[in-house]
Protein backbone atom coordinates (compact mmCIF):
# COMPACT_ATOMS: atom_id res chain seq x y z
CA UNK A 1 0.00 0.00 0.00
CA UNK A 2 1.44 3.68 -1.04
CA UNK A 3 1.20 5.97 2.08
CA UNK A 4 -0.10 9.44 1.15
CA UNK A 5 1.23 12.58 3.34
CA UNK A 6 -1.85 13.08 4.78
CA UNK A 7 -2.32 9.52 6.25
CA UNK A 8 1.51 10.27 7.63
CA UNK A 9 -0.15 13.52 8.94
CA UNK A 10 -3.52 11.97 10.10
CA UNK A 11 -1.69 9.03 11.95
CA UNK A 12 0.44 12.08 13.94
CA UNK A 13 -2.60 13.36 14.71
CA UNK A 14 -4.08 10.54 16.16
CA UNK A 15 -1.18 10.03 18.60
CA UNK A 16 -0.36 13.48 20.07
CA UNK A 17 -1.28 14.37 23.59
CA UNK A 18 -1.25 17.88 22.39
CA UNK A 19 -1.91 20.42 19.48
CA UNK A 20 0.95 19.42 16.99
CA UNK A 21 1.95 22.84 15.39
CA UNK A 22 2.47 22.63 11.75
CA UNK A 23 6.47 23.26 11.85
CA UNK A 24 6.49 20.25 14.35
CA UNK A 25 4.82 17.78 11.97
CA UNK A 26 7.05 19.08 8.91
CA UNK A 27 10.29 18.34 11.37
CA UNK A 28 8.78 15.11 13.10
CA UNK A 29 8.26 13.94 8.87
CA UNK A 30 11.80 15.39 7.70
CA UNK A 31 13.25 13.76 10.77
CA UNK A 32 11.80 10.42 11.12
CA UNK A 33 13.80 7.31 9.75
CA UNK A 34 13.13 3.46 9.46
CA UNK A 35 16.26 1.19 9.07
CA UNK A 36 14.08 -1.60 7.21
CA UNK A 37 12.14 0.56 4.39
CA UNK A 38 14.10 3.74 3.98
CA UNK A 39 12.42 4.49 0.80
CA UNK A 40 8.89 5.47 2.21
CA UNK A 41 10.48 7.42 4.52
CA UNK A 42 13.12 9.53 2.66
CA UNK A 43 10.37 10.07 0.50
CA UNK A 44 8.78 12.50 2.55
CA UNK A 45 12.18 13.89 4.01
CA UNK A 46 12.07 17.23 2.54
CA UNK A 47 7.98 17.96 2.28
CA UNK A 48 7.70 21.49 2.83
CA UNK A 49 5.05 23.57 4.56
CA UNK A 50 2.75 24.20 2.19
CA UNK A 51 2.20 20.33 1.01
CA UNK A 52 1.60 20.04 5.04
CA UNK A 53 -0.99 22.50 4.97
CA UNK A 54 -2.93 21.01 2.10
CA UNK A 55 -2.24 17.49 3.81
CA UNK A 56 -4.02 19.06 7.29
CA UNK A 57 -6.60 20.58 5.15
CA UNK A 58 -7.09 17.24 3.27
CA UNK A 59 -7.03 15.15 6.28
CA UNK A 60 -10.05 17.90 8.33
CA UNK A 61 -12.51 17.52 4.62
CA UNK A 62 -11.81 13.94 5.05
CA UNK A 63 -13.31 13.48 8.81
CA UNK A 64 -16.03 15.87 8.01
CA UNK A 65 -17.19 14.27 4.41
CA UNK A 66 -16.95 10.88 6.42
CA UNK A 67 -18.90 12.56 9.40
CA UNK A 68 -16.51 11.00 11.51
CA UNK A 69 -17.56 10.90 15.79
CA UNK A 70 -13.85 13.34 15.62
CA UNK A 71 -12.70 16.61 13.64
CA UNK A 72 -9.32 18.55 13.08
CA UNK A 73 -9.64 21.47 15.21
CA UNK A 74 -6.70 24.39 15.09
CA UNK A 75 -6.20 25.04 18.64
CA UNK A 76 -3.71 26.80 20.65
CA UNK A 77 -1.25 27.72 17.73
CA UNK A 78 -1.47 24.12 16.30
CA UNK A 79 -3.74 21.45 15.33
CA UNK A 80 -5.67 18.44 17.02
CA UNK A 81 -7.92 15.92 16.82
CA UNK A 82 -10.99 16.31 18.66
CA UNK A 83 -13.94 14.96 19.19
CA UNK A 84 -17.67 16.39 17.42
CA UNK A 85 -19.94 18.18 20.33
CA UNK A 86 -22.79 15.58 19.83
CA UNK A 87 -20.76 12.95 21.42
CA UNK A 88 -20.10 15.06 24.57
CA UNK A 89 -22.86 13.00 27.19
CA UNK A 90 -20.50 10.13 26.62
CA UNK A 91 -17.63 10.92 26.31
CA UNK A 92 -18.06 12.73 29.79
CA UNK A 93 -19.34 9.80 31.38
CA UNK A 94 -15.87 8.17 29.92
CA UNK A 95 -14.05 10.81 32.03
CA UNK A 96 -16.26 10.39 35.20
CA UNK A 97 -16.77 13.99 35.22
CA UNK A 98 -13.24 14.87 35.91
CA UNK A 99 -13.40 18.39 34.12
CA UNK A 100 -12.79 20.98 36.26
CA UNK A 101 -15.40 23.43 37.05
CA UNK A 102 -16.33 26.50 34.93
CA UNK A 103 -15.15 30.30 35.95
CA UNK A 104 -17.39 32.60 37.65
CA UNK A 105 -18.28 35.67 35.70
CA UNK A 106 -15.33 37.86 38.08
CA UNK A 107 -12.17 35.12 37.04
CA UNK A 108 -13.27 35.69 33.60
CA UNK A 109 -12.93 39.34 33.47
CA UNK A 110 -10.35 38.94 35.36
CA UNK A 111 -8.87 36.69 32.79
CA UNK A 112 -10.04 38.47 29.84
CA UNK A 113 -7.85 41.34 30.93
CA UNK A 114 -5.13 39.56 31.18
CA UNK A 115 -5.40 37.97 27.76
CA UNK A 116 -5.47 41.18 26.22
CA UNK A 117 -3.26 43.10 28.28
CA UNK A 118 -0.89 40.90 29.03
CA UNK A 119 2.20 41.20 30.50
CA UNK A 120 0.14 42.71 33.28
CA UNK A 121 0.27 43.71 36.92
CA UNK A 122 -1.59 42.58 39.70
CA UNK A 123 -2.17 46.25 40.12
CA UNK A 124 -3.33 47.22 37.08
CA UNK A 125 -5.76 44.73 36.50
CA UNK A 126 -7.24 45.68 39.82
CA UNK A 127 -7.31 49.13 38.58
CA UNK A 128 -9.64 48.48 35.51
CA UNK A 129 -11.91 46.46 37.11
CA UNK A 130 -12.35 48.19 40.04
CA UNK A 131 -11.93 46.01 43.23
CA UNK A 132 -9.19 43.52 43.97
CA UNK A 133 -8.20 40.62 42.39
CA UNK A 134 -5.74 38.74 44.74
CA UNK A 135 -7.90 36.00 45.79
CA UNK A 136 -8.56 35.33 41.74
CA UNK A 137 -5.48 35.81 39.98
CA UNK A 138 -4.64 32.91 43.10
CA UNK A 139 -7.32 30.96 42.05
CA UNK A 140 -6.25 31.35 37.88
CA UNK A 141 -2.12 30.87 38.73
CA UNK A 142 -3.38 27.27 40.52
CA UNK A 143 -5.13 26.50 37.65
CA UNK A 144 -2.66 27.14 35.37
CA UNK A 145 -4.73 30.06 33.01
CA UNK A 146 -1.94 32.48 34.06
CA UNK A 147 1.75 32.30 34.88
CA UNK A 148 4.42 34.70 36.30
CA UNK A 149 5.49 35.84 33.01
CA UNK A 150 8.27 38.50 34.83
CA UNK A 151 8.08 41.29 36.42
CA UNK A 152 7.30 44.78 35.95
CA UNK A 153 10.39 47.99 35.88
CA UNK A 154 8.01 50.27 37.73
CA UNK A 155 8.46 50.99 41.16
CA UNK A 156 8.15 48.30 43.44
CA UNK A 157 8.91 45.80 40.77
CA UNK A 158 5.52 43.98 40.80
CA UNK A 159 4.83 40.45 39.27
CA UNK A 160 4.08 40.08 35.58
CA UNK A 161 1.37 37.78 34.60
CA UNK A 162 0.21 36.58 31.01
CA UNK A 163 -1.83 33.82 29.96
CA UNK A 164 -0.37 30.26 29.54
CA UNK A 165 -0.99 27.57 26.56
CA UNK A 166 -3.79 25.99 28.48
CA UNK A 167 -5.85 28.80 28.69
CA UNK A 168 -5.73 28.54 25.04
CA UNK A 169 -6.91 25.08 24.89
CA UNK A 170 -9.24 25.55 27.63
CA UNK A 171 -11.29 28.13 25.58
CA UNK A 172 -10.49 26.62 22.08
CA UNK A 173 -9.07 29.85 20.68
CA UNK A 174 -6.21 29.16 18.00
CA UNK A 175 -4.21 32.63 19.06
CA UNK A 176 -4.34 35.83 21.67
CA UNK A 177 -5.88 37.73 18.43
CA UNK A 178 -9.03 35.19 18.23
CA UNK A 179 -9.76 36.28 22.19
CA UNK A 180 -13.29 37.95 22.01
CA UNK A 181 -12.58 41.66 21.15
CA UNK A 182 -9.36 41.45 20.64
CA UNK A 183 -8.82 44.13 17.61
CA UNK A 184 -10.60 46.31 20.41
CA UNK A 185 -8.64 45.81 23.17
CA UNK A 186 -5.32 44.55 22.85
CA UNK A 187 -2.45 47.05 24.32
CA UNK A 188 -2.13 49.13 20.83
CA UNK A 189 -5.82 49.23 19.66
CA UNK A 190 -6.98 50.52 23.62
CA UNK A 191 -4.83 53.96 22.92
CA UNK A 192 -6.76 54.51 19.72
CA UNK A 193 -9.84 54.17 21.16
CA UNK A 194 -9.49 56.36 23.97
CA UNK A 195 -8.28 59.13 21.66
CA UNK A 196 -11.61 58.49 19.93
CA UNK A 197 -13.66 58.14 22.96
CA UNK A 198 -12.61 61.34 24.23
CA UNK A 199 -13.52 63.00 20.97
CA UNK A 200 -17.35 61.79 21.88
CA UNK A 201 -17.30 63.32 25.07
CA UNK A 202 -16.87 67.07 23.56
CA UNK A 203 -15.93 69.49 26.81
CA UNK A 204 -17.63 72.30 24.29
CA UNK A 205 -20.84 71.12 25.64
CA UNK A 206 -20.94 71.28 28.72
CA UNK A 207 -22.33 74.33 30.66
CA UNK A 208 -19.29 75.47 32.50
CA UNK A 209 -21.34 77.46 34.24
CA UNK A 210 -24.14 75.89 35.43
CA UNK A 211 -28.01 77.99 35.11
CA UNK A 212 -29.38 78.28 38.88
CA UNK A 213 -32.50 77.45 38.84
CA UNK A 214 -35.49 77.53 41.42
CA UNK A 215 -37.09 73.75 41.07
CA UNK A 216 -40.68 73.83 40.87
CA UNK A 217 -42.30 72.09 43.74
CA UNK A 218 -43.17 68.93 42.78
CA UNK A 219 -43.14 65.28 44.09
CA UNK A 220 -39.78 64.76 42.69
CA UNK A 221 -38.44 67.45 44.10
CA UNK A 222 -39.65 67.13 47.95
CA UNK A 223 -36.71 67.78 49.92
CA UNK A 224 -34.71 68.98 47.84
CA UNK A 225 -33.21 72.94 48.75
CA UNK A 226 -33.81 75.60 46.18
CA UNK A 227 -29.64 76.15 46.27
CA UNK A 228 -28.77 73.81 44.68
CA UNK A 229 -28.53 73.53 40.81
CA UNK A 230 -29.94 70.75 38.73
CA UNK A 231 -27.22 69.22 36.08
CA UNK A 232 -28.81 66.80 34.52
CA UNK B 1 -38.84 52.68 43.87
CA UNK B 2 -37.76 51.57 47.99
CA UNK B 3 -40.20 48.70 47.39
CA UNK B 4 -38.05 48.30 44.73
CA UNK B 5 -34.68 47.76 46.37
CA UNK B 6 -36.05 45.10 48.42
CA UNK B 7 -36.77 42.90 46.68
CA UNK B 8 -34.36 42.87 43.59
CA UNK B 9 -31.40 43.98 45.19
CA UNK B 10 -28.44 42.93 43.69
CA UNK B 11 -25.08 41.73 44.77
CA UNK B 12 -22.19 43.79 42.87
CA UNK B 13 -18.30 42.82 42.47
CA UNK B 14 -16.95 46.20 42.56
CA UNK B 15 -18.29 49.72 42.21
CA UNK B 16 -17.65 50.07 38.66
CA UNK B 17 -20.22 47.03 38.25
CA UNK B 18 -22.95 48.95 40.32
CA UNK B 19 -22.14 52.07 38.36
CA UNK B 20 -22.80 50.28 34.72
CA UNK B 21 -26.19 48.34 36.32
CA UNK B 22 -27.20 51.65 37.62
CA UNK B 23 -26.41 53.64 34.18
CA UNK B 24 -28.32 50.54 32.48
CA UNK B 25 -31.44 51.01 34.46
CA UNK B 26 -31.33 54.24 34.38
CA UNK B 27 -31.01 54.20 30.09
CA UNK B 28 -28.37 56.99 30.39
CA UNK B 29 -25.94 57.30 27.44
CA UNK B 30 -22.53 56.12 28.93
CA UNK B 31 -20.81 59.08 27.72
CA UNK B 32 -23.11 61.48 28.88
CA UNK B 33 -23.29 60.36 32.36
CA UNK B 34 -26.02 62.51 34.21
CA UNK B 35 -23.54 62.83 37.73
CA UNK B 36 -25.79 64.18 40.01
CA UNK B 37 -28.62 61.71 39.47
CA UNK B 38 -26.25 58.80 39.18
CA UNK B 39 -24.47 59.81 42.29
CA UNK B 40 -27.78 59.80 44.38
CA UNK B 41 -28.68 56.59 43.42
CA UNK B 42 -25.12 55.43 43.94
CA UNK B 43 -25.30 56.38 47.24
CA UNK B 44 -28.69 55.05 48.05
CA UNK B 45 -27.38 51.41 47.28
CA UNK B 46 -24.40 51.97 49.33
CA UNK B 47 -27.04 53.02 52.06
CA UNK B 48 -29.25 49.79 51.08
CA UNK B 49 -26.25 47.39 51.17
CA UNK B 50 -25.13 48.63 54.85
CA UNK B 51 -28.65 48.28 55.96
CA UNK B 52 -28.87 44.68 55.03
CA UNK B 53 -25.34 44.04 56.28
CA UNK B 54 -23.42 43.49 53.48
CA UNK B 55 -20.02 44.05 53.56
CA UNK B 56 -19.15 47.54 51.51
CA UNK B 57 -15.61 46.94 50.45
CA UNK B 58 -13.50 49.97 50.37
CA UNK B 59 -13.51 50.29 46.69
CA UNK B 60 -17.24 51.53 46.74
CA UNK B 61 -16.69 54.41 49.30
CA UNK B 62 -13.76 55.36 47.00
CA UNK B 63 -16.06 55.34 44.18
CA UNK B 64 -18.58 58.17 46.10
CA UNK B 65 -15.85 60.20 46.91
CA UNK B 66 -14.84 60.36 43.46
CA UNK B 67 -18.35 60.70 42.53
CA UNK B 68 -19.02 63.88 44.93
CA UNK B 69 -15.30 65.01 44.05
CA UNK B 70 -17.09 64.66 40.39
CA UNK B 71 -20.34 66.50 40.83
CA UNK B 72 -18.26 69.49 42.75
CA UNK B 73 -16.32 69.94 39.96
CA UNK B 74 -19.15 70.65 37.45
CA UNK B 75 -21.05 72.50 39.81
CA UNK B 76 -18.40 75.42 40.12
CA UNK B 77 -17.96 77.58 37.89
CA UNK B 78 -14.83 77.17 35.53
CA UNK B 79 -12.63 80.51 36.95
CA UNK B 80 -13.35 79.03 40.29
CA UNK B 81 -12.15 75.50 40.19
CA UNK B 82 -9.06 74.12 41.52
CA UNK B 83 -7.09 72.99 38.57
CA UNK B 84 -6.86 69.50 38.38
CA UNK B 85 -2.55 68.54 38.12
CA UNK B 86 -3.52 64.87 36.06
CA UNK B 87 -6.97 66.47 34.41
CA UNK B 88 -5.74 68.68 30.77
CA UNK B 89 -7.35 72.55 30.56
CA UNK B 90 -10.77 71.96 30.17
CA UNK B 91 -11.00 68.57 30.32
CA UNK B 92 -14.75 67.22 30.98
CA UNK B 93 -14.45 65.90 34.71
CA UNK B 94 -16.75 62.93 34.29
CA UNK B 95 -13.74 61.89 31.43
CA UNK B 96 -11.69 59.67 33.51
CA UNK B 97 -14.89 58.12 35.08
CA UNK B 98 -16.35 57.46 31.37
CA UNK B 99 -13.60 56.01 30.13
CA UNK B 100 -12.85 53.52 33.13
CA UNK B 101 -16.36 52.60 32.37
CA UNK B 102 -16.23 52.24 28.95
CA UNK B 103 -13.18 50.65 28.91
CA UNK B 104 -14.49 48.10 32.20
CA UNK B 105 -17.70 47.56 29.93
CA UNK B 106 -15.71 46.34 27.09
CA UNK B 107 -13.95 43.95 29.35
CA UNK B 108 -17.29 42.76 30.63
CA UNK B 109 -18.17 41.71 27.35
CA UNK B 110 -14.98 39.86 26.43
CA UNK B 111 -15.64 37.80 29.43
CA UNK B 112 -19.06 37.07 28.91
CA UNK B 113 -18.00 35.69 25.16
CA UNK B 114 -15.14 34.25 26.48
CA UNK B 115 -17.66 32.02 28.87
CA UNK B 116 -19.71 31.05 25.68
CA UNK B 117 -16.27 29.89 23.96
CA UNK B 118 -15.86 28.00 27.37
CA UNK B 119 -18.93 26.09 26.83
CA UNK B 120 -18.92 25.35 23.63
CA UNK B 121 -14.98 24.01 24.00
CA UNK B 122 -15.79 21.83 26.94
CA UNK B 123 -18.33 19.51 24.72
CA UNK B 124 -15.09 18.80 22.67
CA UNK B 125 -12.59 15.83 23.72
CA UNK B 126 -9.03 15.47 22.58
CA UNK B 127 -6.50 11.98 23.21
CA UNK B 128 -6.68 12.03 27.07
CA UNK B 129 -3.20 12.48 28.30
CA UNK B 130 -3.95 9.86 31.38
CA UNK B 131 -6.80 11.19 33.46
CA UNK B 132 -9.11 9.18 32.65
CA UNK B 133 -11.99 8.53 35.53
CA UNK B 134 -12.37 5.10 34.79
CA UNK B 135 -8.03 3.99 33.93
CA UNK B 136 -5.70 2.90 36.07
CA UNK B 137 -3.06 5.80 36.88
CA UNK B 138 0.12 4.22 36.57
CA UNK B 139 1.93 6.75 38.87
CA UNK B 140 0.50 5.21 41.66
CA UNK B 141 3.07 2.96 43.16
CA UNK B 142 5.94 5.53 43.22
CA UNK B 143 3.38 7.98 44.76
CA UNK B 144 2.93 5.43 47.85
CA UNK B 145 6.98 5.13 48.34
CA UNK B 146 6.91 8.98 48.01
CA UNK B 147 4.63 9.90 50.66
CA UNK B 148 6.18 8.46 53.35
CA UNK B 149 9.37 9.47 52.21
CA UNK B 150 8.06 13.16 51.58
CA UNK B 151 6.55 13.02 55.45
CA UNK B 152 10.13 12.12 56.32
CA UNK B 153 11.50 14.81 54.88
CA UNK B 154 9.53 17.12 56.26
CA UNK B 155 10.07 16.02 60.17
CA UNK B 156 13.46 16.53 59.19
CA UNK B 157 13.13 19.83 58.01
CA UNK B 158 10.51 20.81 61.22
CA UNK B 159 13.01 19.36 63.86
CA UNK B 160 15.86 22.12 61.93
CA UNK B 161 13.09 24.77 62.56
CA UNK B 162 11.99 24.22 65.77
CA UNK B 163 16.22 24.40 66.66
CA UNK B 164 16.44 27.13 65.50
CA UNK B 165 13.32 28.59 66.63
CA UNK B 166 14.03 32.26 68.83
CA UNK B 167 12.09 32.02 71.96
CA UNK B 168 12.36 35.34 73.20
CA UNK B 169 10.26 37.27 70.53
CA UNK B 170 6.86 36.35 70.31
CA UNK B 171 5.05 37.52 67.46
CA UNK B 172 2.10 36.46 65.57
CA UNK B 173 2.52 35.93 61.73
CA UNK B 174 0.38 34.71 59.31
CA UNK B 175 0.99 32.06 56.93
CA UNK B 176 -1.49 31.10 54.33
CA UNK B 177 -1.23 28.01 52.22
CA UNK B 178 -1.90 30.62 49.45
CA UNK B 179 0.24 32.47 49.85
CA UNK B 180 2.89 29.93 50.09
CA UNK B 181 1.76 28.05 46.75
CA UNK B 182 2.45 31.39 45.44
CA UNK B 183 5.95 31.91 46.91
CA UNK B 184 6.51 28.29 45.63
CA UNK B 185 5.78 29.03 42.49
CA UNK B 186 7.64 32.25 42.14
CA UNK B 187 10.66 30.62 43.66
CA UNK B 188 10.49 28.31 40.56
CA UNK B 189 10.03 30.17 38.02
CA UNK B 190 13.57 29.89 36.34
CA UNK B 191 14.08 26.61 37.49
CA UNK B 192 12.87 23.37 36.54
CA UNK B 193 14.08 21.69 39.85
CA UNK B 194 14.92 22.43 43.49
CA UNK B 195 15.82 20.03 45.97
CA UNK B 196 13.04 19.95 48.92
CA UNK B 197 15.50 21.38 51.23
CA UNK B 198 15.46 24.35 48.96
CA UNK B 199 11.69 24.85 49.53
CA UNK B 200 12.33 25.96 53.09
CA UNK B 201 15.78 28.06 53.63
CA UNK B 202 13.81 30.94 54.10
CA UNK B 203 11.65 29.32 56.46
CA UNK B 204 12.24 30.10 59.98
CA UNK B 205 9.29 28.92 62.41
CA UNK B 206 7.72 25.84 62.84
CA UNK B 207 4.21 27.41 61.84
CA UNK B 208 5.56 28.28 58.56
CA UNK B 209 7.49 24.97 57.44
CA UNK B 210 4.02 23.27 58.10
CA UNK B 211 1.87 25.63 55.99
CA UNK B 212 4.92 25.72 53.25
CA UNK B 213 5.12 21.62 53.54
CA UNK B 214 1.20 22.12 52.87
CA UNK B 215 1.46 24.28 49.90
CA UNK B 216 3.99 21.58 48.08
CA UNK B 217 1.27 18.95 48.75
CA UNK B 218 -1.13 21.22 47.14
CA UNK B 219 0.96 21.99 44.48
CA UNK B 220 1.74 18.08 44.42
CA UNK B 221 -2.25 17.70 44.11
CA UNK B 222 -2.85 19.72 41.67
CA UNK B 223 0.00 18.12 39.23
CA UNK B 224 1.92 21.74 38.97
CA UNK B 225 4.60 20.01 40.58
CA UNK B 226 6.41 16.77 40.86
CA UNK B 227 8.34 15.18 43.79
CA UNK B 228 11.04 12.31 42.64
CA UNK B 229 14.04 10.50 44.33
CA UNK B 230 17.25 9.41 42.72
CA UNK B 231 17.96 6.79 45.31
CA UNK B 232 15.95 4.95 47.90
CA UNK B 233 15.97 7.81 51.03
CA UNK B 234 18.24 10.08 49.08
CA UNK B 235 17.30 13.87 48.72
CA UNK B 236 14.11 14.49 47.35
CA UNK B 237 13.77 16.54 44.37
CA UNK B 238 10.91 19.01 43.48
CA UNK B 239 10.40 19.38 39.42
CA UNK B 240 7.63 21.47 37.56
CA UNK B 241 5.50 20.26 35.79
CA UNK B 242 6.52 22.29 32.55
CA UNK B 243 3.81 24.74 30.97
CA UNK B 244 5.01 27.08 27.98
CA UNK B 245 3.18 30.31 27.61
CA UNK B 246 0.92 31.33 25.32
CA UNK B 247 2.29 31.99 22.14
Known sequence: MTIELKQIVEALLFSAERPLTLKEIRQIIAEATDDEHPESVDGFRNVCDAEIAIALDAVKVDFDFQQRAFQLVEIGGGWRLMSRPEYAPWLKKLLDEARPHRLSQPALETLSIVALRQPISRADVAGIRGVEVDGVIRSLLERDLITITGRSEAPGRPLLYGTTQRFLEHFGLRNLDDMPKATELRAQAAALQTAEAKAIVAPAELPLTPELTLPTPGPENEGQTPTTPQSN | ?247
Open chain 2, 1 to 247: MEADYKVKLEVFEGPLDLLLYLIKKEEVDIYDIPIERITNQYMEYLSLMKLLNLEVAGEFLVMAATLMYIKSRLLLPADQQVTDTEAEEGEDPRWELIRQLVEYKKFKDAALQLGRREEEQSHLFPRQVGDLGIAVEPDKPLAEVGIFDLINAFNEVLKKASAREDFREIYEERFTVSDKIEEILYTMRDRVEIMFSEVFTSVSSRAEVVVTFLALLELIRLKRLRVQQAAAFGEIQVTKVTTSPSP
